[in-house]
């Protein structure tokens, strides 16, 4: 049966062979009339690309009307011959990707010898279509100055779009459309997916050999699926019957870039040895394919080849931090955190009597120093500090060598696509890129390599490819079939010589040889080229993998243009790192101890120091088996119709289902998921004296793993999609569509715990609850690996020394299901003239269903158990005192641990199909297509969404409903691209060669952007708080954290105000503690109560011990975000196709600098800085950095 089943798909798809949703390609579609408006049916139509020479032939349906789908994008012309006619041919049609062009013709009666020649204006409004995006031209977008020309870059101009306050356009997941999540949008390249819809990276493509670029971002037709948000999709430059190509070396170095703001010096003022020098060498070819005496692919075949190349090579100054000499030989003395001896921890928590004993003179004895710190000190790993540099903390020195720390970036892009037209009725095209990206820096203050983290190094290696074939059966029935595949690697490898991995691991005594131990803090603060921990990062298999199959049909049929398919994506995930034990240790007890096990405040914390001694306060082991390798298998299928109701209203009519695999693995129980109804299977034997207290019937939940799905099959995906497009007369068009999408899971789950993954086999000790002493020396070694025993069942229990060490497990209900997104938009376009376009439209977004959790662990708020366990309200009076110890209880037996619903477990997290976000926007857009040498693009958008927030069980999921820290309140965007009118061939001096070679072939080329930064909510720490049952006054006390506690224990009373004049900080800006405030009505110092407690300031008044606050999520709107970039290029006539272009980028000319967000938590130990952007702008390779220039040159032909 089976064979059959293969045998008929095989015949499906070559009967119609290729191509998917039409995210590549246009149609071209119309009406054909006779003079009386009678309709023509049988006119044969032939369609022909003018730079290929390529016909596509179809004809008129008893309706006059005819739809010819799955067109490149470029420049037409249309013949229309039938019996009885003059033959027509419309000529001047220019089709974008994914536009419907509508041609309206009105025959002549005569002879089919006879011929009328009519040349059409480029229309700006799209007739039949009703969804909405942005189209930007490659050509016109390479013009503009985006840095790097990252393709992404588009969605800077692209209406209902948020980003990171300082987006690097390099990566899809710095953006997001109508407010929704990174992973709800989705990249195509030449028709497949070109991300892992990951919410992260993506393909970069060879910006020069880019034709189109278009955003869609409203309701889109059911053909779409997948990307729930938004989508941008990404076409190669194809082959024409004249051979084409570009070239040229893009640079920056140093001289070229101007010092940030906060900056005191440029880079070589800094360090005469910085450097900078960024290259971006591209190239891109194009034409018909010939074979000299054996093959003349004109009119027939084409081929396009390019490449993009950055090499971004860095030596940035900054300032790193390394043990003194005094620090190295054990002498704290110089600063103010008092170091306390481990080893003489005494006392116990039950008796109130613990202790600890100081180091004298804060200093550590080189006796005491463990035999592991002495292997590592031997090989010298740090650098010597540099004298008279940096500053003294409480901990130790910070930013003590000023260096230079060399950074390489390199992103690698090369692709090819081949077209090829067998006759008037089958195409074929192929598509394939890779590129190669990765960043290897030399470390600065670390200077022995074998415990250098950078000496392993992550190459992020990426392939897509794209098949498609369109076959027309029949002029009123075309077939499209595609196939491709995308793939991602990002492995972790040796950089160059001997594998390092184990150096840091023989210093431990007696360790196995086949252990690893994971790295080293030793807690001092880093530049980006320096490191704060000993050790090499762990070996790593990481690949995603993606491909796709789409088979449609169209078939015209009356005043309807039907169009179905199916398509199936199919993903997996590999994340394999080395199979060796992996060892984590932990050292402590430095620290001082009061009688009840509290920390002495401000000793300890200094981690170098932690390590010198040795004391272990736990330690973990790991071992990874076979990879999960989840597997996600989506099959969809679509039905649309494009009803042309009248000639001037087309209805979009659809339904889209689909089903998708939900969690599973390769390998039958490869993943786990949590379970409340399964005995727990580490404390089997149920309560454990002085350690857990079981509920009634043992301690039950834990994690299982499924030999099959993790959840139910959702069957029930069927999204309808409406739509219409209005032309109320011919220059103005009336838009409205609604979508709903089912968001896929795609390999979203890859959780694996206690079988394969990083916890496979494993084993975790800790200081049991309430005891302080550490569990031993690193001198005596670490005890053997020794996991916790494999179940019958094949599962792997986590074990802990203690139960609030256990895994926090997630449960996920049988009826879990897919979210959902609903799309509507409503929009006007209005041609003007006859190059502008104005757009007036509203675009909203409704998530429904979203992930989410409850902790299933909570407890109403107020309430704890006493000694013997009962449930007791701990804000009566009679309680408050027993209150006060029994919330730094931290026992399974009757504090905090034991209270918990689930007492043996850390917490259990109910997944649910929870969360809600619904999105609004507004956008007024202006646009004028070329002409006159002139091309423009601006609009403002307003917009606005609002989440909610569900977790715990006794809080209403909209208490804390919010604004999203995505919403981006305005943003308005403009650029342009002018040719100036001098010289040859233009308006002014065009008769003196001397005129046109000196100012003749100039263009410009210019954008302007403003927008709101993402907003943020206020904050307050440091505080000093009145305990109700003492009186006293001290470190903030709360129940549990799984009591419902919203608010953020903070009152807010007042809105912060941006104060006029705020772009003045002062002239001490290189001080954050000297920068004048952004905001000033909030108060710049703390406002104490007579009693010594903490009021807060005029904005914020902090929650007493034990109470709760109103203090709402993202609600504040700071400084605005401004950017704009200039570029002037001159081309040089050198043969009759052979052009040369010098251009100039000047990014940010006007030093419109950008501040990073304010600090909008006051610090009581350090009010100063409350409301100041600190020593934080805007850095290189982000809209609206630095002051730079780019200079190029070019070969065009």
Not at 13 to 33: C, Y
Not at 542 to 548: G, I, K, P, R
Not at 1122 to 1150: L, W
Request: aromatic content about 12%; some cysteine; proline content about 6%.
């Amino acid at each position: 049966m089976r064979i059959w089943i293969a045998i008929g798909l095989a015949a499906l798809v070559f009967l119609a062979m290729p191509m998917s949703a039409q995210n590549n390609t246009g149609i071209i579609s119309g009406r054909v009339t006779d003079a009386s408006g009678a309709v023509v049916p049988n006119a044969q139509i032939t369609v022909t690309q003018i730079e290929t020479n390529v016909d596509v032939i179809s004809a008129t349906n008893a309706d006059g009307l005819f739809r010819v789908p799955s067109l490149i994008n470029g420049p037409y012309k249309l013949t229309i011959t039938t019996s009885g006619f003059k033959r027509q041919v419309i000529e001047g049609l220019t089709l974008r990707i994914g536009e419907n062009l509508n041609v309206e013709a009105k025959l002549e009666v005569g002879g089919v010898s006879e011929s009328i020649q009519v040349t059409s204006a480029i229309p700006l409004l799209d007739t039949q279509t009703s969804s909405t995006g942005q189209v930007m031209e490659g050509e016109y977008f390479y013009k503009l100055p985006n840095y790097q020309h990252w393709e992404k870059g588009v969605l800077y101009y692209t209406p209902q779009v948020q980003t990171s306050n300082a987006p690097w356009p390099g990566s899809l997941g710095n953006w997001n459309i109508n407010g929704g999540n990174s992973y709800q949008t989705a990249q195509y390249e030449d028709g497949i997916i070109a991300t892992s819809m990951d919410g992260g990276t993506s393909l970069n493509s060879v910006s020069v050999g880019v034709e189109e670029i278009k955003v869609l971002t409203s309701a889109m037709p059911a053909e779409y699926g997948h990307a729930t948000s938004g989508a941008l999709i990404v076409v190669k430059k194809g082959g024409t019957n004249t051979f084409h190509g570009e070239g040229g070396e893009l640079f920056k170095s140093t001289s070229m870039m101007h010092r940030r703001f906060f900056q005191r010096t440029t880079l070589q003022q800094d360090n005469p040895d910085n450097h900078t020098l960024f290259q971006m060498p591209d190239f891109v070819i194009s034409g018909p394919v010939i074979i000299p005496k054996l093959y003349n692919g004109k009119n027939k075949t084409f081929f396009q080849i390019g490449g993009s190349y950055h090499v971004d090579s860095s030596s940035n100054s900054g300032s790193y931090t390394v043990p003194t000499p005094a620090m190295l030989a054990g002498d704290f003395s110089a600063y103010s955190n008092q170091l306390y001896d481990p080893a003489s921890t005494s006392g116990s928590f039950a008796a109130g009597n613990l202790s600890r004993a100081p180091f004298p003179g804060n200093a550590i004895p080189t006796s005491r120093f463990s035999t592991m710190w002495n292997a590592i000190a031997a090989n010298k790993p740090f650098l010597a500090p540099q004298a008279g540099t940096g500053s003294v903390t409480n901990v130790g020195p910070n930013g003590n060598i000023v260096a230079s720390g060399t950074g390489n970036y390199f992103n690698l892009t090369n692709q090819f696509r081949v077209d090829e037209n067998f006759n008037s009725k089958t195409r074929l095209m192929l598509s394939y890129s890779t590129g190669n990206q990765h960043q290897p820096q030399n470390n600065v203050n670390i200077s022995y390599k074998p415990y250098d983290q950078y000496q392993t190094l992550q190459s992020t290696i990426q392939t897509h490819a794209s098949l498609s074939f369109t076959y027309m059966i029949s002029p009123t029935l075309i077939s499209e079939t595609r196939v491709g595949m995308y793939r991602r690697t990002g492995n972790y490898q040796p950089r160059a010589g001997e594998d390092e991995t184990y150096a840091i691991a023989k210093t431990v005594p007696n360790l196995p040889a086949n252990v690893y131990l994971n790295p080293l803090n030793f807690g001092m603060t880093e530049g980006s080229n320096g490191s704060s921990q000993l050790g090499v990062g762990t070996l790593r298999v990481n690949v995603n993998n993606s491909h796709q199959l789409n088979q449609d049909f169209t078939k015209m049929r009356g005043t309807h243009a039907f169009k179905f398919g199916y398509e199936w994506l199919w993903q997996n995930y590999i994340q394999h790192d080395i199979s060796n034990p992996r060892l984590t240790l932990n050292f402590g007890g430095t620290n001082g101890l009061q009688s009840n096990g509290s920390s002495v405040p401000n000793t300890g914390g200094i981690a170098l120091a932690d390590i010198m001694l040795g004391y272990v306060t736990s330690y973990s082991y790991a071992q990874q088996g076979q990879s999960n390798l989840p597997v996600d298998s989506n099959h969809s299928f679509y039905f649309q119709d494009d009803w042309r109701i009248r000639p001037n209203l087309t209805l979009n009519i659809g339904v889209r289902y689909s089903n998708e695999t939900p969690a599973h693995s390769k390998f039958p129980g490869g993943l786990s998921v949590g379970s409340l109804t399964v005995p727990d299977n580490y404390y089997t034997g149920g309560s454990v004296a002085g350690v857990l207290t079981c509920p009634a019937g043992g301690c039950v939940g834990g994690w299982i793993h499924p030999k099959g799905f993790l959840w139910n099959r959702d069957n029930n995906n069927f999204r309808p999609r409406f739509g219409l497009a209005w032309s109320v007369r011919p220059d103005t068009v009336i838009r409205a569509g609604f979508a709903m999408m089912t968001l896929d899971w795609n390999l979203g789950w890859s959780n694996q715990s206690e079988i394969g993954g990083g916890s496979f086999y494993n084993q975790s000790v800790s200081q049991p609850a309430n005891v302080f002493t550490p569990l031993f020396n690193i001198n005596s070694g670490v005890p053997a690996f020794t996991s916790v025993a494999q179940l019958p069942d094949g599962s792997i229990p986590t074990g802990a020394s203690s139960p609030s060490a256990r895994p926090t497990i997630t449960v996920v209900p049988a009826n879990y299901h897919n979210p959902y997104t609903i799309n509507w938009n409503v929009s006007i376009q209005r041609s003007i003239k006859k190059n502008y376009m104005v757009e007036l439209s509203y675009v909203g977004m409704h998530n429904i269903g979203f992930s989410g959790n409850y902790n299933w662990n909570s407890r109403p708020w107020g309430t704890g158990i006493d000694a013997n366990g009962k449930v007791i309200d701990l804000s009566l009076p009679e309680n408050l005192a027993y209150r006060n110890t029994w919330v730094n209880n931290t026992s399974g037996v009757n504090g905090t641990q034991a209270y918990k619903v689930y007492p043996n477990l850390g917490g259990v997290n109910y997944q649910c199909n929870c969360v809600r976000m619904i999105y609004h926007s507004g956008t007024i857009k202006l646009e004028k297509r070329y002409s006159y040498g002139l091309s423009f693009l601006t609009f403002a958008t307003w917009q606005k969404g609002i989440q909610n927030s569900p977790g715990n069980l006794y809080q209403s999921d909209q208490l804390m409903r919010s604004v999203t820290s995505l919403t981006q309140k305005y943003r308005y965007v403009s650029s342009m691209t002018y040719e100036l009118p001098f010289g040859k061939g233009k308006k002014w001096m065009n008769q003196s060669r001397v005129l046109n070679a000196v100012l003749g072939g100039w263009s410009y080329a210019w954008n302007f952007n403003v927008w709101a930064p993402t907003p943020v909510s206020l904050g307050y720490s440091g505080g000093t708080y009145l305990n109700p049952a003492t009186g006293v006054v001290g470190a903030r006390q709360n129940y549990p954290s799984y009591e419902a506690d919203p608010g953020s224990d903070l009152y807010l009373i007042q809105n912060p105000q941006l104060r006029a004049g705020w772009q003045d900080i002062g002239t001490n800006r290189f001080a954050p503690n000297g920068q004048n405030p952004l905001v000033t009505n909030c108060g710049v110092t703390p406002i104490i109560q007579a009693n010594g407690a903490t009021w807060g300031n005029q904005c914020t008044v902090v929650a007493p011990s034990f109470t709760r606050g109103n203090m709402p999520s993202n609600f504040f709107i700071a400084q605005r975000i401004i950017g704009a970039n200039a570029s002037i290029y001159k081309e040089y006539a050198i043969k009759e196709r052979v052009r040369a272009v010098i251009r100039m980028d000047y990014y940010n000319p006007f030093k419109w600098f950008n501040w990073s967000a304010m600090n909008t938590t006051m610090t009581q130990t350090n009010p100063a800085t409350f409301m100041t952007p600190g020593l934080n702008d805007f850095g290189d390779s982000t809209e609206g950095g630095p002051s730079q220039i780019h200079i190029s040159f070019r070969i065009k032909f």
